[in-house]
């Protein structure tokens, strides 16, 4: 038996650390995540499958980030 962890929006982003404007961004008119597998309606409330959710960030690519690196130049080098 498959268990399946559906949760309210409010409470992804309380287990994930992401903002809810992430969720809805994703499972609203764009259409990026697909309605049933990863969310769905049930009784008035949008409900997020969290396993589904961290299958689609572990399949996305990471990108490298310079944020908060100073670019290396020849002085900056200690040999």
Known sequence: MTV?????????????????????????????WPEGKVWKWWEGRKLLNLEAVYDLIDAAPSVASNRGRRPKSATDRPF
């Open 4 to 32: 399946r962890d559906w949760v309210t929006v409010k409470k992804a982003e309380e287990r994930t650390g992401l903002p809810a404007s992430f969720f809805d961004e994703r499972t609203g008119a764009s259409g990026i």
